[in-house]
């Protein structure tokens, strides 16, 4: 049986276009000789649809597309990712089913394992199935999960069931799994792993179709794949682009090798790749088609144009330069010089005479006071208002270019520099902006070296370094990685050697800042642990604070 | 035996400050003769800790806080709520238990249903109960739940089991259920219909003990209450305050009454109760005094203005008048007489010479453009940065002033009038904003009544109305109740009889305008579904959009 792994980016809600995208590819697989076409988890409505699940009206159009798109398989078959209804008298309205559609017959399995951590709430909609069935095609018994289904491996166990355990006696000759499975750094190589896993317990060939693109802050690498039954990777088909590939169940499950036909790209590759995917496809689909942000000459508006330039053409990003007095000659000349390496235009605006003019129409009510952080966030506020001004003016979108440390910390303007439609660097930490720029200068020199060696300032007053304020980078990230990512508590990050008051201080800036991150741009994920919808967390809690 | 219903504020995280609280209470209980205290889900820890409880360290400290309370309970019992691990193989790593407490003992009783919709995650965190057990103390067979465990009653069941189904084979004595049940307007009498319905289906009697406080958003309403056996309210609590009182459950078993000791105040006293309690809490938990906001003469920044004077004292609300050249003269004259009316303080800054300046400093950027919703944010946002300046220099926190009606459609600045550390209306469609202020002036005119009877109007550019580009409030709430509340769709809501193009209009501007929701601040919630935590939508989607 031959069949075709589609690897599709969708657009949540859009069922006009994620319709016509999905018969497109049914009849190109079905022309390349395709018995059977697998799609992603439900790819007819696009992933996560969150609420809009609640909406009748919502599940009726997933409905018409699944009926549409059944309408198509009458010489192939296919298999596509939709919500159904749940008709029994119990438990929540709706399933995550994966659809078989062959001949305008449809049948329906549904998913067991529901994740719910993270970023995932697939509870908050669905009932889980508590009974399974084999799919049987072309004298072929197909063991068809979703996603999480096949997830619950190894000695942890979050589940009290197990699909693939109660399929397996079926003795299936085939496992497919559709899944919506979102990237992170680390997630290409553990998605593998779990994979493999499955193939050696159940010792058949396994098919895996994933989405791929962007859903706001949710990125889907793709990495759809079939592995043979001796549990190596036979197929896989490209990260962050859609692809087509035809695979034949006999030839897998016949398939001897010794290596895959996979290759998983270091951290920084899989980062460009994830945030300049992410940038793009925001844009997309929300209609927009160029860029502009406030160019400082440090590094995170560096590293943001950079990005922003792949994802939408060097002239499509625009870049703001708005030096106050205490901006040092360097940093115009440093974000000059980025703006002509890229041939993005930009354009300078100073806001002395901005700052000036608040100064004195808050003169007469702050008499007696001396510059501190008042004035510090006038200038950040001064540029979000000019930048947000182009955004109204010309239809630019603004992006922010916060890192994961600042974001942490609150080092940050609110209504300033913490100002965006998107934060691309908001789930990277500065040492790890660090590292990103090397490897975009790898080759040649895109961002001005002085932009990278230079210690970090937000120059918002005479001299000012981040180090006055922060902790050294090096050091402050460790701590963040092991509370955010690995959510140690102080006494543990105590034991592993951390200076206990520089504990408590960095958690708890972490932690009296949640109000600030309530506020922010949605963040693009590549972190196992990312600020947003994956992270939630109470505002006036008194936790490490 | 003489049970204390302990109806309390905890602060989420505030270990100290809620063991406190939990000793003085049972101390008191004891000294007024209790044989039990009952206090609320999750108290120990506060509700909702959200991803706390993801942390091995506050988990610790739960444990502990249990262990300090269960000291104290040598001649008196305690059920105390508190997450417990879950020692099992399989599964998630915590119960939402409660604890019983007695003697230096403790025994353990988990929930099992846990809502996972609107504003709950419990499913993020909590394995169900599967098994039941009956709680005895005194002679006494008690029937122990917690919250969502006696809410799956009626016709619709959401749930694949029922505990009090389980438990009511033991023949208990009585029912005890402890709750996190956060406020809306409808959920006082709701609450009642569900406690009677389960009093008149077991015939016991039911003792019911909630929060009271706010938790950023999330409001505690308490009314907690002793029903008899016949299905009366023998004791309620009162409504958004702190109270222990004792009853008698002999008593209770044996009391035959007419009517409930309970009354439910009408809508807009408990929306007005609900959201002063909501402000004056935000501020004690964050440990602020003083809040600012900018008055415009307009309906809602008034009725903010007296929410918040009543929530935090005249003397800490400070409102800051900055009309432009397109503010009317009664605009002025109206927040100069709330003020006054209030004996709050008041400044007033013009923003001509800010916008003349920011006029200049783009001038050259934008030749031969015309004035547009670019010069209106401008004029929204000098006022974000000038607020802003406020809190920075004295300590102020920001008030938003932004109604549910402009949430929904997106009329509102970004980094201007939607800035705010808490919104206070923003659950409170425009009709609603009208009528609250008719119930605050009920007994006198604390907000002028020009205020309430002129068009509502932004006042950005010459002779603007809010019904230039909105439909008329009257109209346009209905809609979006239909649309947000009920989830109706469009087909839906013509067949209700509103107008399709109209429909179609505000279904997309509530769509189109999520990207804004994303980046508000918290808003205090008082109906049944509000922007925040409780409605989740993406951003990117293209649905009814």
Redesign the interface.
């Known amino acids: 049986m031959k069949i075709a792994l589609a690897q599709n980016n969708y657009?949540?809600?859009?069922f006009e276009?994620n319709c016509n995208k999905i018969i497109e590819t049914i009849k190109e697989a079905r022309d390349k000789g395709a018995d059977l076409v697998v799609f992603a988890e439900l790819a007819v409505c696009?992933y996560?649809?969150?609420?809009?699940l609640?909406?009748?009206?919502?599940i009726?159009r997933c409905e018409n597309a699944v009926r549409q798109i059944a309408e198509v398989c009458t010489d192939i078959a296919c298999i596509i990712g939709s919500p159904v209804r749940n008709t029994g008298?119990?438990?929540?309205p709706l399933f995550n089913a994966a659809v078989f559609c062959f001949q305008g017959e449809t049948q329906v399995f549904r998913k067991a394992l529901l994740p719910?951590?993270d970023v995932f709430?697939e509870?908050?909609y669905f009932e889980p199935a508590r009974t399974f069935e084999i799919l049987k095609f072309k004298n072929k018994k197909i063991a068809l999960t979703i996603c999480e289904d096949i997830w619950d491996v190894g000695n942890s166990?979050?589940?009290?069931v197990n699909p693939m355990e109660e399929l397996i006696v079926h003795e299936p000759d085939l496992m497919i799994n559709i899944a919506a499975s979102p990237f992170n750094y680390g997630q290409p190589k553990r998605r593998l792993e779990v994979l493999r896993e499955n193939v050696s317990l159940y010792k058949i060939p396994l098919i895996y179709v994933n989405h791929v693109g962007?859903?706001?802050e949710i990125l889907f690498d793709g990495g759809s794949a079939a592995f043979s039954a001796d549990g190596h990777v036979a197929v896989s088909l490209p990260f962050f682009e859609e692809s087509l590939k035809i695979v034949d169940s006999e030839e897998l499950a016949a398939l001897k090798s010794e290596t895959d036909n996979l290759v998983i790209p270091e951290k920084m590759e899989l980062i460009q790749d994830a945030l300049v995917m992410g940038v793009r496809?925001?844009f997309a689909?929300?209609g927009f088609k160029k860029a502009i942000l406030g160019l400082s000459g440090g590094i995170d508006s560096a590293l943001t144009m950079v990005l922003a330039a792949r994802a939408l053409g060097s002239e499509n990003v625009f870049g703001l330069l708005m030096p106050s007095q205490f901006s040092s000659s360097h940093s115009v000349e440093d974000a000059l010089a980025l703006a002509k390496n890229l041939g993005s235009p930009c354009?300078i605006?100073?806001?002395k005479?901005?700052f000036d003019?608040?100064d004195?129409?808050?003169k007469s009510?702050?008499e007696g006071?001396t510059f501190?952080?008042?004035e510090e966030?006038?200038q950040a506020?001064?540029r979000?208002?000019?930048l947000?001004?182009?955004c109204?003016?010309f239809g630019y979108i603004l992006l922010n270019t916060s890192n994961k440390s600042e974001a942490a910390v609150g080092y940050g303007t609110?209504?300033g520099d913490m100002?965006g439609?998107l934060s691309v660097l908001g789930d990277v930490y500065k040492t790890e902006v660090f590292e990103l720029a090397r490897y975009i200068n790898r080759a040649q020199e895109i961002i001005p070296e002085n932009t990278i060696i230079k210690p970090p300032s937000a120059e918002l007053r005479p001299n000012q370094k981040d180090s006055d304020s922060l902790p050294e980078y090096d050091l402050l990230d460790q701590i963040l990685y092991q509370y955010i990512e690995l959510?140690?508590?102080?006494?543990?990050l105590v034991a592993m050697g951390f200076d206990e008051k520089l504990v408590n201080r960095v958690l708890k800036l972490v932690n009296t800042n949640e109000?600030k991150r309530?506020?922010?741009?949605?963040i693009l994920r590549v972190s196992p642990k990312a600020f947003g919808?994956g992270?939630?967390?109470?505002?006036?809690?008194?936790?490490?604070?």
Chains 1, 2 share one sequence.
């Open positions: 657009h949540i809600g859009n276009a696009g996560p649809p969150q609420d809009f609640e909406f009748d009206d919502f009726h008298p119990k438990g929540k719910n951590y709430d509870y908050r166990r979050l589940y009290t962007a859903q706001t496809d925001y689909k929300m354009s605006i100073e806001i005479d901005l003019t608040f004195d129409s808050l009510h702050f006071r501190d952080v008042t966030n006038i506020r001064i979000g208002v000019l947000m001004a182009f109204n003016k609110l209504y100002n439609g959510r140690k508590g102080p006494g543990e109000y309530h506020q922010t741009p949605p919808m992270r939630r967390m109470p505002i006036v809690a008194k936790y490490l604070s």
